[in-house]
DNA sequence: TGATTTTGTTACTTATAAAGTTACATATTC
DNA sequence: GAATATGTAACTTTATAAGTAACAAAATCA
């Protein structure tokens, strides 16, 4: 498949909306993110459900913010987008009989959980808000490890 | 894409060609991983010009070990088939303009690439011998803590 | 020598999931 | 009632590994 930027786009998004008071069309965003506004509401729908922005129909209508950006963790927001596939390698089949198989396949999906949990704990020791504010990002990880 | 099932596919073969001095041929090997001989072929290849493995044409030839599979880690595995794409996920852009999808590229791939030294560092501790020697990859890898 | 086996390699097709697109019902505002 | 937006469903495109087919080259066997 295509790599999957909804996560960056999605960031991108909560940021510039976090630049201003009015509403922001799905037009709008699809403009910024250089894509369409379909794509954009479909996307945003996790976000939406999550809490973390509304849309309002009709004339002045668009997305908003709905929370504080330094309330919501980068992990809250993949998980908003429903925590999609992170990796392109796999196991070789689900439960194969062949032991030697069972082997191989272990010490993959092994490796991949250790990088996904790294994932995870990276994304969770960083707000939305962080991102603009230079090394705000490394002093939070910096304290996590004292 | 398919999920790119390589890694945990060559390492299967890889302890099948350790438990006999014959060689297998790539139609044999095909039929343990359930595919053709061809691909067999094609994902082998690197393996091969790592000097992991040897091929021979003609009657009785097929795929031989050239390398005992405790000298060989599953990083080096990785590597020999090209280091392929491990994230389904990535940044939105290569070079984007806009400062705020330069932040949130930077999140992500700072993200994406903790995993990914985590992903090698476990592969590193691990040899293709390990796989079948129960509890011998947890005991180094404590090891290497200490 | 000539048939057979097997790799090495190229070219092409299939599968999969996100991206992209189109269309339209529904809701809100003017 | 016209215009503006979202919400959503259906469909097409794209990218990449898997899968397939074909064949030249090399090695073995009879």
């Known amino acids: 498949m295509r790599t999957d930027s909804r996560l960056p786009r999605v960031l991108h998004v909560l940021l510039h909306l976090d630049q201003t008071q009015d509403p922001v ?14 794509l954009v509401r479909r996307t945003m729908a996790g976000l939406r459900e999550a809490g973390f922005v509304g ?7 668009g997305w908003v913010l709905a929370k ?7 992990a809250e927001v ?3 987008l429903g925590s999609p596939q992170l990796f392109a390698v796999g196991k070789s089949a689900d439960a194969p009989t062949c032991l030697l198989e069972q082997a191989a396949n272990r ?8 990088a996904r949990e790294t994932f995870q704990e990276k994304l969770g020791q960083v707000t939305v808000a ?7 990002q490394e002093i939070r990880q910096h ?3 004292l």
Do not use: C, F, W
């Open 68 to 74: 504080n950006l330094d309330s919501i963790s980068l």
């Open 130 to 136: 962080d991102l603009v504010r230079p090394h705000a």
């Open 55 to 61: 849309a309002t129909k009709g004339h002045g209508g």
């Open 25 to 38: 069309t799905s037009d709008q965003i699809g403009k910024m993110l250089n894509t369409n506004p379909s």
């Open 78 to 80: 993949y998980a908003a």
């Open 143 to 145: 304290q996590e490890k």
């Open 107 to 114: 010490a993959t999906s092994a490796a991949l959980e250790a």
